[in-house]
């Protein structure tokens, strides 16, 4: 394996000077490199030029809507897209997801989850698009290669469907997975809106997982949004 450097190339694409510098400063002394935009135009010309590793888009340009520039981002680089939002916008959090951007933060975010989310996002682009085989969190092992479940040693015996979703978490541990996508991937396109049953199936999977199903501490809820599976490993 060859020895990667510490340092990530972040492109910030934010109008608001002030939190520009906030997150200048957080990131650079966490070690990153940074680059700034303060429109979607200078943005789209620096992902160029610059060639970041990981993109923070605030959605609220004065030049374009940051919904449309997801899509602009992803055609011309493999950078990891987070976006940042105001913390009631949630139809802009799905549709984020749903176009594209692997994560968000919410307005006002702390330096120590933007970094934790950073870290994440570097470490999915260091392996690539290879999927892992296990996933452990705590004391729950994903087996997806073999479809199976074990909790503390012991299988546990999950439904097809539970797995199903479990498995559409456990390939992207620590990121947020909208109802949508989950709905698409499990169900098929055609039950995309039915967040009812994937209600259902996470109740049981909580049953059958989590030391405390009414404080669930594996399958976290996105509020209006979607599911995260907590996969510091
Ligand atoms: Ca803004």
């Not at 997150?23 to 070690?31: C, K, P, S």
């Not at 989850?113 to 290879?130: D, K, M, P, Q, V």
């Amino acid at each position: 394996m060859c020895v990667m450097s510490l340092a990530t190339k972040i492109l910030i694409v934010e109008d608001d000077g002030h939190v520009r510098r906030l997150l200048e400063a957080a990131l650079q002394r966490a070690g990153h490199d940074v680059a700034e935009a303060a429109t979607a135009r200078e943005g789209l010309s620096l992902l160029d030029i610059y060639k970041p590793d990981t993109v923070l888009l605030d959605l609220g340009l004065p030049d374009r809507d940051g919904l449309e520039m997801i899509p602009l981002i992803k055609a011309r680089s493999d950078a990891t897209l987070m976006v940042v939002s105001a913390r009631e916008n949630v139809a802009e959090k799905v549709a984020a997801l749903d176009l594209g951007a692997d994560d968000y933060l919410t307005k006002p975010f702390d330096t120590e989850e933007l970094l934790a989310r950073i870290r994440t996002a570097l470490r999915h682009r260091l392996s690539g698009n290879a999927e892992r085989e296990r996933v452990m969190v705590d004391e729950v092992e994903i087996d997806l290669g073999h479809r199976r479940v074990s909790r503390a040693g012991a299988e546990i015996h999950l439904s097809r469907k539970e797995y199903d979703v479990l498995a559409e978490l456990a390939k992207h541990p620590d990121r947020v997975i909208s109802h949508s996508q989950l709905l698409r991937a499990v169900w098929g396109p055609a039950h995309e809106t039915r967040v009812d049953y994937l209600r259902i199936v996470v109740r049981n999977l909580r049953q059958k997982l989590e030391t405390d199903p009414t404080r669930p501490r594996l399958i976290v809820n996105e509020l209006g949004v979607g599911y995260r599976l907590r996969g510091r490993i």
